[in-house]
């Protein structure tokens, strides 16, 4: 189950696999997270997937096992090049996965980006015009996607758009539903429902 920062359950339901999720964070308690608007209850917070990294991850893998292959080969070489590079690419994949958080509100949709200095991007759930979900057939199967919302209708092939984009979603289809659930009940003027 989803929870909201006073830990109850709601009805955003995913599949739980043991005390913790590994894709949804526990930033909520940490210092210097997100004011809350009064009132304002978190339905969804969660990061990006580490499955959305799985191909950076296989070439760090694949270095690093260049590099022990340069250890037992005996060239210092190829072991140095290898467990670097490995260790700079799996560096980078917890970076980027670590400095990201997705949290859907009953009013917003907010993306918070950066360790020390933090950068939020947000939308009003009555302003989102456009809601676009994508995915492969990879991650598909494991369950995660990306949502796009905007204020406008967003276009079809080349180019780029204004939407603000939340890529590796886990269970990407509840979390688009709780947004359109949220988003009609909104505009609507239906301010009380969860």
Not at 55 to 82: E, P, T
Not at 104 to 112: A, E, G, K, P, Y
Not at 115 to 136: N, P, V, Y
């Amino acid at each position: 189950m989803s929870r909201k920062r006073d830990k109850s359950e709601l009805a955003y339901d995913e599949a739980e696999t043991g005390d913790r999720d590994p894709d949804r964070s526990d930033w909520s308690e940490s210092p210097g997270a997100l004011t809350l608007l009064e009132g304002e209850e978190v339905l969804v917070d969660a990061q990006p997937t580490w499955w959305n990294w799985i191909a950076h991850a296989a070439v760090g893998g694949l270095a690093g096992l260049v590099g022990l292959a340069g250890i037992a080969g005996g060239s210092a070489a190829a072991a140095l090049l290898g467990l670097v590079t490995g260790l700079v690419i799996g560096g980078y994949v917890w970076y980027r996965r670590n400095r990201v958080r997705y949290l859907v509100t009953d009013r917003r949709i907010i993306v918070i980006a950066g360790f020390t200095a933090r950068k939020t991007t947000e939308t009003w759930m009555e302003d989102i015009r456009g809601l676009q979900t994508s995915t492969t057939a990879f991650s598909r199967g494991r369950g995660f996607g990306t949502i796009a919302v905007s204020h406008a209708v967003i276009p079809q092939g080349f180019g780029r758009t204004n939407a603000l984009s939340l890529s590796g979603v886990p269970n990407y289809d509840d979390v688009a539903n709780t947004i359109r659930q949220r988003q009609s009940e909104r505009k609507a003027g239906d301010y009380s429902s969860h």
